[in-house]
Each structure stands twice: as C-alpha cells, then as structure tokens.
C-alpha cells in the first residue's frame, strides 16, 4: 500500500498499488496521512519524498471505490480519508518533494500544490480530470494552481482535462526539473539530501514563512470544492461518467 524507506534523513514514500495504478482508496488516504505524520514529528527526518511504484504515480481516486461510496449505504470511511490526508499534506512542516515517475491524474496531480520542490520523469504526464468526471476540483488545487502557473494555465488545466505533457508542465511551472525516468529518483534524491543536510528547524523556519500566508485561502477554497464535489457526487452527469468508465467507454454529456 504503501513503502516507507529511511536514508541521509530523507524519508522515501512510495505509493504501492501498483494493479490500481497507485489510485487512492481509503487504505491509502489513511497509509499517507499517517505517514506524514510520523515523519514530521520525528527528529531523525529532515526531508520527505514522495513517488509511486511501477508505471504510475497515481491515478488519482480510486473510481470503482467512488461508485461504491455513492451506492452502498453501509461505506465505510477511513480514520483519515481524503478530507484529512490533505490536511496533512497542508500541515506538513518540513520540506516536501515529488518524484512524479509516470501518470498522475487527479490528486496524482493536485498534490502539486503542496509540494515545496517536484521532479518529473520525461515520460509522464498530469491530467486533473474533474470536468471528464463531472466534478469540482479538490485539494484547494482552484487556489493553489492559479497561485502556482497563473490563472489562463490554470483555468486550461482544470477546466479541460486534457493530459499535461511533462514538457508542457514544466513549461507551465508545475515541476521544477525534469529527469529521464531511470535517473528520477537519482536527481530528485540528490535535491532531498541537499537540503536534508540543512538544519531542520531552519528548514520550517523556511517553509512556513513562504506558506503561512496560504494556508486560510486554501483552507477556503478547499470548503468551496468540497461543497461543490458534494453537489455534483452522484448527479446525473457523474453517474454518466463513472458507468462510462466502468464500461471502458467515453461519457456522453450531451444532456447535461
């Protein structure tokens, strides 16, 4: 679910579902929320690195779990979930870094906005599917993508779902650096260590005057999305798209 390894005070999280594409159930949620905060209470890590195991970095939400959240009454929720994976994420004090290896869709994209540095590999590529999905964005990804790559780049990226190009991302001002895919974890650990070799508590000081400011307006936009996400959950438009992917087929919005 998922693989934590420790070295230089760098701390590696890898999203390991690999047959689900590293999609986010609730397993997960709860698997890096938990992590997250282990790591940023623990003295020993300076750094922490997120990537995913096998051609994916993650596909996002676990679509066929979605389904199952809208029909079954019984769904059981995580300790954490969504809701407080991306807490965590906001809290997260000490430096955190991406190694986006292959394709990330949804909060496989989003999670872009809480990172401090991102590394991606040549081959993958981002999509922030919401308007296929019939949704609203997530992850206060209306904020912090304007806020990141300009409000024109934003409004293409959220509102077309189109596929980003690592490229085209970096282009954007999504990544930091590119790096061919056998040399990602090389280039975006050598950046992990620099900075792990630095003082933690210089490292916080650091992170949190660059993104105090944020954190009441993400936190804003995240209760505007999630009451959107909310409204649109279900819908006639939604239902259309999770039966169209369950059926391996594209959505017919024609009506909606």
Not at 188 to 213: E, W, Y
Request: aromatic letters at 6%; one cysteine or more.
């Amino acid at each position: 679910m998922l693989a934590i390894s420790d070295a230089d005070r760098v701390r590696t999280l890898r999203l390991d579902r690999p047959d689900a594409l590293n999609a986010f159930n609730e397993a997960l949620y709860d698997a890096l929320a938990e992590a997250l905060i282990a790591a940023d209470a623990d003295p020993a890590v300076a750094v922490v690195l997120i990537t995913g195991t096998g051609r994916a970095f993650s596909a996002g939400q676990d679509l066929l779990e979605m389904a199952e959240r809208i029909t079954n009454p019984e769904f059981v929720n995580g300790v954490h979930g969504f809701p407080g994976c991306i807490d965590q994420l906001a809290a997260f004090s000490k430096p955190l870094i991406l190694a986006i290896n292959g394709l990330g869709l949804g909060i496989g994209s989003t999670i872009i906005g809480f990172a401090d540095l991102v590394f991606m590999s040549t081959e993958a590529k981002l999509k922030c599917p919401f308007t296929s999905l019939a949704v609203a964005p997530e992850a206060a990804s209306s904020y912090l993508l304007p806020r990141l790559i300009g409000h024109q780049n934003a409004a293409w990226v959220l509102l077309s779902s189109e596929w980003i190009s690592a490229a085209e991302a970096k282009e954007l001002g999504l990544v930091f650096k590119l790096a061919e895919p056998e040399e990602l974890m090389e280039v975006a650990g050598a950046a992990a260590r620099t900075l792990a070799a630095k003082p933690i508590v210089s490292l916080i000081a650091v992170k949190q005057t660059m993104t105090a400011g944020r954190l009441a307006a993400s936190r804003a936009a995240r209760d505007l999305e999630d009451a959107q996400f909310q409204e649109l959950m279900g819908g006639p438009a939604n239902m259309e798209a999770l039966a169209a992917f369950a059926e391996r087929r594209d959505p017919d919005f024609s009506d909606f």
